[in-house]
């Protein structure tokens, strides 16, 4: 394509495309963040945080990348030696285990095959190994973006709860909060970690923490360093609605917007929406005979859904045939699975027609890029679209059919 025209299709799993009335929102000058104005819109955006955590906790937010947030998340609750169990769901599961080594962390981490999410069972079984309650805290990523698995973490939680094993949870909502359903209170979270790009439908910059009291507790003896990451130097000035250094204002125009947004749909029917979308998805891949990486149905992400190619295809040429002719980006396939899976994200601003507009550019790539398919995928996701909507257009319709 040598002038690509219209909107590019931003499929990618975060960042994920940023809604018009978000970015109206940010489009303002830059003001005083020390002024009392600034104090009323971050108290605004720091319980509407909580909203969308679904928690009364405290939520802390800093001028980062979801990275920093795992990181505040480490120093803030462990010390150097401490043993964690952590899970393989993949790329990211396996990025933040290495950050915890860097930090003198001693992690048990449960293999796995990046084709599901955790195991509850597997959880609960090393839990109940540990007699001298030596594990400080299982962390797990509740949305692999990497391979589109989704973990059960309320499972986990009533699996640890079992055992009766008192190591902290802390999870990785980066790419589930304000997308997949997600419960920091109900679920008994210690610290919920997440990012600005994704569910909030906002450009990169803001990391956060869901801090329960039990991780806050935590974080007045352990012996980890740290200074910038510290939740105490955040929390006092945030009671008055104000930060310990200057913080993203114009990034935080915009998340009082995307939060407003997601409370009006309400919370419930984004997460339906996003189900829909998936399950619409898969019904195409499924249709061009074509296999998306996660076997395990009860773990299908509702926010992406990762394709394998067939033997002797790769992704990326495919991704790139793709971009260059229809001005859409997908996903490519991280470190293990490189070369061997695109991902199609949809979440966020994202309804039935961007979804199908996405899947036609995948259908039509396929065959410009002479991989092996069967027409009609686009069709499938159609009619599964339309069953699952029929209900709520027929009052419409018939006022059509009467005109
Ligand atoms: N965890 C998950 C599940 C992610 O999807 C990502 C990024 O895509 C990260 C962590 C890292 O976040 P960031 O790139 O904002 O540092």
Same mark, same amino acid.
């Given at each position: 394509?040598?002038h690509?025209?219209?909107?590019?299709?931003?499929?990618?799993?975060?960042p994920?495309?940023?809604?018009?009335?978000?970015l109206?929102?940010?489009?303002?000058?830059?003001?005083d963040?020390?002024?009392?104005?600034?104090a009323e819109?971050?108290r605004n955006v720091?319980e509407g945080?909580?909203k969308?955590?679904?928690?009364?906790a405290?939520?802390?937010?800093?001028?980062?990348?979801g990275?920093?947030?795992w990181e505040?998340?480490?120093?803030?609750?462990l010390s150097?030696?401490?043993?964690? $169990? !952590? %899970?393989? =769901?993949g790329?990211?599961?396996?990025?933040?285990?290495?950050?915890?080594?860097? @930090?003198?962390?001693? +992690?048990?981490?449960?293999?796995?095959?990046?084709r599901?999410?955790?195991d509850p069972a597997?959880?609960?079984?090393?839990?109940a190994q540990?007699?001298?309650?030596?594990?400080?805290?299982?962390m797990v990523?509740?949305?692999?973006?990497?391979t589109g698995?989704?973990s059960?973490v309320?499972e986990?939680?009533?699996a640890?709860?079992?055992?009766?094993?008192p190591?902290l $949870? !802390? %999870?990785? =909502?980066?790419?589930?909060l304000g997308?997949?359903?997600y419960?920091h209170?109900? @679920?008994?979270?210690? +610290?919920?970690?997440?990012?600005s790009?994704?569910?909030?439908?906002?450009?990169?910059?803001?990391?956060?923490?869901a801090?329960s009291?039990k991780?806050?507790?935590?974080?007045?003896?352990?012996?980890?360093?740290?200074?910038?990451w510290?939740?105490?130097e955040?929390l006092?000035?945030?009671?008055?609605g104000?930060?310990?250094?200057t913080?993203?204002?114009?990034?935080?125009?915009?998340l009082?917007?995307?939060?407003?947004?997601l409370?009006?749909?309400?919370?419930?029917?984004?997460?339906?929406?996003?189900?829909?979308?998936?399950?619409a998805?898969?019904?195409?891949?499924?249709?061009?005979?074509?296999e998306?990486?996660c076997?395990?149905?009860?773990?299908f992400?509702p926010?992406l859904t990762?394709?394998l190619?067939p033997?002797g295809?790769d992704?990326d040429?495919?991704?790139?045939?793709?971009?260059d002719?229809?001005?859409?980006?997908?996903?490519?396939?991280?470190?293990?699975?490189?070369?061997?899976?695109?991902?199609?994200?949809h979440?966020?601003e994202c309804?039935?027609l961007?979804?199908l507009?996405?899947?036609?550019g995948?259908?039509?790539?396929?065959?410009v890029?002479?991989?092996?398919h069967?027409?009609?995928g686009?069709?499938a996701?159609?009619?599964?679209?339309?069953?699952r909507t029929?209900?709520?257009a027929?009052?419409?319709?018939?006022?059509?059919?009467?005109?």
């Amino acid at each position: 394509m040598t002038h690509p025209t219209g909107r590019h299709f931003l499929q990618i799993p975060g960042p994920s495309p940023v809604p018009d009335r978000v970015l109206r929102a940010m489009d303002m000058p830059v003001i005083d963040h020390r002024s009392a104005g600034f104090a009323e819109l971050a108290r605004n955006v720091l319980e509407g945080c909580q909203k969308i955590f679904q928690t009364q906790a405290p939520v802390v937010i800093f001028p980062s990348s979801g990275t920093g947030a795992w990181e505040a998340a480490i120093v803030n609750t462990l010390s150097p030696g401490d043993k964690v $169990l !952590m %899970v393989e =769901t993949g790329h990211f599961a396996t990025l933040w285990r290495n950050m915890a080594a860097r @930090w003198g962390i001693e +992690v048990d981490f449960l293999a796995g095959d990046w084709r599901r999410g955790a195991d509850p069972a597997a959880i609960e079984a090393k839990l109940a190994q540990d007699a001298s309650r030596a594990i400080k805290a299982v962390m797990v990523v509740h949305n692999e973006t990497s391979t589109g698995s989704i973990s059960r973490v309320g499972e986990i939680r009533a699996a640890i709860d079992r055992v009766g094993h008192p190591a902290l $949870l !802390m %999870v990785d =909502t980066i790419s589930s909060l304000g997308s997949a359903d997600y419960r920091h209170d109900e @679920w008994k979270v210690d +610290v919920s970690v997440s990012c600005s790009q994704k569910g909030f439908m906002l450009p990169p910059g803001l990391g956060l923490n869901a801090v329960s009291e039990k991780a806050r507790a935590a974080s007045k003896t352990n012996k980890m360093p740290r200074s910038y990451w510290d939740w105490e130097e955040m929390l006092k000035p945030n009671a008055k609605g104000f930060f310990p250094y200057t913080p993203a204002t114009n990034l935080l125009y915009g998340l009082r917007e995307a939060i407003k947004m997601l409370l009006e749909e309400g919370l419930e029917n984004v997460f339906a929406r996003h189900q829909r979308l998936a399950a619409a998805a898969r019904a195409a891949v499924s249709h061009w005979g074509l296999e998306v990486l996660c076997q395990e149905p009860k773990d299908f992400s509702p926010v992406l859904t990762a394709v394998l190619m067939p033997p002797g295809h790769d992704a990326d040429q495919f991704r790139k045939v793709v971009l260059d002719n229809f001005n859409m980006s997908l996903g490519s396939g991280l470190s293990k699975v490189a070369g061997k899976v695109f991902r199609i994200g949809h979440l966020g601003e994202c309804n039935e027609l961007t979804l199908l507009g996405a899947l036609t550019g995948v259908e039509m790539g396929l065959s410009v890029a002479g991989v092996p398919h069967r027409k009609g995928g686009v069709d499938a996701a159609m009619e599964f679209l339309e069953q699952r909507t029929q209900g709520n257009a027929s009052p419409h319709l018939k006022v059509v059919g009467h005109l």
